[in-house]
Each structure stands twice: as structure tokens, then as C-alpha cells.
T-cell receptor, first 109, second 120 residues
């Protein structure tokens, strides 16, 4: 079966750095997406990785290792507004998105 | 760019009535649109995938006669919840994708703001 694993919840301090991991087992791979979802709102696109390596976009970076079936989202200089759920999703061989359950990130002052 | 709107943003209806939710891609043509449902503190659950001009593909366990999907144009898809019941109360979210598929950033799904449905 297809499976996406990410931690249920993480806590970090304002101004610090946090890494949210995602491991996946899917039938085929056509890219991995990270989305941010604030409570009561729809997800917003953060990043896309299809090749191995690190993609940096401001305070957020996303890393992919296809051989290990592993990705992480790195958030630097954390702000209170970063408190949200972070969803990892993999596009499989049928170009369908397989969604992880999301990681709830709690930022403390 | 890549803006998706959804209307209404919230709706309260009586049990047994039907509710229509619209999803529009405002600045791009969406060859494929997706409808999701999300219960509190749970992840997104894909209900169906619709391609413009063809019948929607429903996920296992989703009743196609209850959740009617129409993707009549490249910018509009509608979801109608027929004979709604309290257990249909949920957050319904649509997303749109601009290409027919492929390992590319253009396969990104962009989400509408969601519709919160409460059935009394």
C-alpha cells in the first residue's frame, strides 16, 4: 500500500529552527509537495521537490532523498504565525497526490 | 497567480436539502479539479477527481449519487451535496491543477479557501 508518515505534533520556540520529517512509500514518484494549513483554512502551497537535494525559499527549505523515500521541511527564524499544520504529499505514478496526516507545529514565545 | 475561489465560504442547511458549492480557477485554466473533505483534526480526504468535460472519478466509499460533481468548463467545477444529513457536515475544499499530469511544478494543486457545511 501507499503510505506517508510524518510526526503528529511538534513544538518549537519563536526564533528557533525546526525540521519536520516525512517518509513515504508510494507506487511511483512524480514529486513531493509541502503545504501549510492554518486551522480552519485551506492548505497553501509551500514547496515542490522532484530531484534530490535542498530547495530554499526564504525562511523555508525543503529537502528530498528519493533513494531513502525521505523529505524534510526546514523552518528558520520561527514566527508565531508559523503555528499551523504542515502537510506532506507525494504524487504517485498515476499523478495522484497521496497525503500525509499532517504535522501540527506549535510555536511558543 | 494561481488563485482558486470557492463559494459559499460557509453554509447552514436543513437535513434533506441540497447544497451546491462552486469552485473557480480565476487566473488559469484548470484541466483537473479535485474535491476534498476534511473533518476536524483530520487530514484531507480526496472525494473525487474531475476533468473538464468528462465524468468525475470518485474515490472508494464516496457515493457518486449523493455528491454530484460537474466540471463544465476549464474554470468552474461544482459539487452538489444532495439530501444532506448531519453526518455530511464538514469542511469541503476544492483544488485545481493546470496541466494533465507530469513531474513538474505545474502539477501543483492550488486550493480554494474551503466551504464549511453545517447540516442541522
Amino acid at each position: 500500500g501507499q503510505n506517508i508518515d510524518q510526526p503528529t505534533e511538534m513544538t518549537a520556540t519563536e526564533g528557533a529552527i525546526v525540521q519536520i520529517n516525512c517518509t513515504y512509500q508510494t507506487s511511483g514518484f512524480n514529486g513531493l509537495f509541502w503545504y501549510q494549513q492554518h486551522a480552519g483554512e485551506a492548505p497553501t502551497f509551500l514547496s515542490y521537490n522532484v530531484l534530490d537535494g535542498l530547495e530554499e525559499k526564504g525562511r523555508f527549505s525543503s529537502f528530498l532523498s528519493r533513494s531513502k523515500g525521505y523529505s524534510y521541511l526546514l523552518l528558520k527564524e520561527l514566527q508565531m504565525k508559523d503555528s499551523a499544520s504542515y502537510l506532506c504529499a507525494v504524487m504517485d505514478s498515476n499523478y495522484q497526490l497521496i497525503w500525509g496526516a499532517g504535522t501540527k507545529l506549535i510555536i511558543k514565545p | 497567480g494561481a488563485v482558486v475561489s470557492q463559494h459559499p465560504s460557509w453554509v447552514i442547511c436543513k437535513s434533506g436539502t441540497s447544497v451546491k458549492i462552486e469552485c473557480r480557477s480565476l487566473d488559469f485554466q484548470a484541466t483537473t479539479m479535485f474535491w476534498y473533505r476534511q473533518f476536524p483534526k483530520q487530514s484531507l480526504m480526496l472525494m473525487a477527481t474531475s476533468n473538464e468535460g468528462s465524468k468525475a472519478t470518485y474515490e472508494q466509499g464516496v457515493e457518486k449519487d449523493k455528491f454530484l460533481i460537474n466540471h463544465a468548463s476549464l474554470t468552474l467545477s461544482t459539487l452538489t451535496v444532495t439530501s444532506a444529513h448531519p453526518e455530511d457536515s464538514s469542511f469541503y475544499i476544492c483544488s485545481a491543477r493546470g496541466t494533465s499530469g507530469g513531474p513538474s511544478i505545474t502539477d501543483t494543486q492550488y486550493f480554494g479557501p474551503g466551504t464549511r457545511l453545517t447540516v442541522l
